[in-house]
């Protein structure tokens, strides 16, 4: 169904606000045991990339209309991924799906608001009606409120909105899409968090802070749970990038320099980057990684003292 448009509930944009050891000793016929007790180690070792990385794969993705869901949606395609572009801005998703589209691919534009159930709910059905599974959740949609500041300043509803978009959302893309990859026999679910919620800053954000330890927990009690029906449960944790959404937060040179100097590398990241990282997450090269936060934050989180 390349080119439809699906859109659940059309509304206001949002408020914009290894020890190495010596392995076993194997035969061609214990080898061909384990990979068929071990699918994505069969996909990675037999079905090395016809079509792509993806290739069969249908991946839902919340915030597609930009940054980092943009970007992801984008490759995943490029993979092979039949793609469900999700965002409260319709207009913007739909922009990635024609040029996913465009460029041959499949995919879907829907209209969804993370922070209500139904409309998540309906998404996921719509996923399912339109390629008859889903194999990749990422739930990657989240907000960073220019009022949102420490625990004096920040006002409860900022707080609430917060917590609405960036937690509870990952947590309705989870009780709704984890029964669908349970229905397509596994999967993969990518759940964006970020550095701050590994490090402390004074520089506070702190719904924002709080929501993202919020999905790292999450993310680490679902993968537990679930490990046994073949589905992957991860987050992402991105360090300071090159977007919209955190540029018009440090929208003063002093505040970008305050974020650099603790990063290594000496420069913000790009969505294509984390995008890399998600496509590896959202592959069968990524088959015994559950649980995990994976950091791509230019070894901010490594450092103590940074390069002069």
Known sequence: MAGSVWQAHRHEPPRTIA???????????????????????????????PGGRLAGKAAFITGAASGIGRESALLFAAE????????????GSQQVVDEITGAGGEAIALAADVAVEAEVAAAIAATEEAFGRLDVLFNNAGIMHPDDGDAQATEEAVWDLTMSINLKGVWFGCRHGIPALR???????????????????????LAYTASKGGVLAMTRELAV???????????????PLRTELLMSFLDTEEKRQRRLVHVPMGRFGEAGEIAQAALWLASDESSYVT?????????????????E
């Open 291 to 307: 649980g995990t936060d994976l950091s791509v934050d230019g070894g901010l989180t490594a450092a103590y003292v940074t390069p």
């Open 183 to 205: 229905r397509s026999g596994g999967g993969s679910v990518i759940n964006t968090a970020s550095f701050v919620a590994l490090v402390g800053a004074a520089t506070p954000q």
């Open 80 to 91: 092979g991924a039949r793609v469900v572009a999700v965002d409260v801005d319709f207009d």
């Open 225 to 239: 749970v679930h490990a046994r029906e073949g589905i992957r449960v991860n987050a992402l944790c991105p360090g």
């Open 19 to 49: 020890l190495e050891h010596s392995p076993p000793e194997t035969s061609p016929t214990t080898d061909r045991t384990r990979r068929n007790q071990m699918p994505g180690l069969q996909a990675m070792t037999t079905n090395r990339t």
